[in-house]
């Protein structure tokens, strides 16, 4: 498998994955030229498109699905609640390309499975997507982990995981009190405590790449995100580079393409 993450933060979220010749994206939050761009700055084409997941309603998740369903009459697969959360927001959508899942279904050589997250949306979710014995794992847009949660998480080969803020920055920032609130709060975000809290209980012995993603330009920096995780990993034993890759997404370009399995 092959996976990008093509944008990441509240400004817009998009990743690329690819299995033996599917070629999907898990939301499209940018505008359609963008996503093309981004698309080509990894040596993919839009007119190569299977499909687009989408994981909940939120703008900032959905803005060009709509775009890029019609301009490559490009299937999109949302649970029901989510649709109709999203249904005013996406323009004119061919009723053959609206489609509604459950929870698990196969899309060309990939198998995706979807799980519920604790988020401010009508019903969000995470993704499972497995190829043979290869699994990459997206969960961003969390307030907290539900056991059943980390447990699919675990051990996956790549692992797109939300390191939102920083906590102080977030409660000393400039956010109105009700936003800190939503943000903190069990259907709001990630913080980077969370992520370095939760990942040494996720990290088997294949070498899983752990990117950090969802961060938030105003209460967070890269490398403060970075350094937060890698401290907790190295105090549980883990060597960043040895048993694990650890790396950050960006809000303004893809991360590299990379090969899991
Ligand atoms: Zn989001
Ligand atoms: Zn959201």
Known sequence: MKVSVLASGSSGNSIYVEGKGTKILIDAGLSGKEIDRRLQEIGVSGEQLDAILVTHEHIDHIKGVGILSRRYDLPIYANDLTWQGAANKLGKIKDCNCKIFKEGFMLGNLEIESFSIPHDAND???????????????ATDMGCIPPAVEKLL????????ESNHDLEMLWHGS???????????????????????????LINSNYPRI???????????PELAYITVKNNLEDHGFIIGKDLLLDYTYRDRPTMLYDVG
């Open 175 to 201: 956010y109105p009190w009700p936003l800190k609130k939503r943000i903190n709060g069990e259907h709001g975000h990630l913080s980077n405590d969370d992520a370095a809290d939760l990942l040494p209980r």
């Open 154 to 161: 675990q051990g996956t080969d790549l692992l797109i995981i």
């Open 211 to 221: 990117l950090l993603a969802h961060l938030s330009q105003d209460n967070n920096i």
């Open 124 to 138: 969000p979710v995470g993704y499972l997507i497995r190829m043979g014995d290869n699994r990459v794992g997206i």
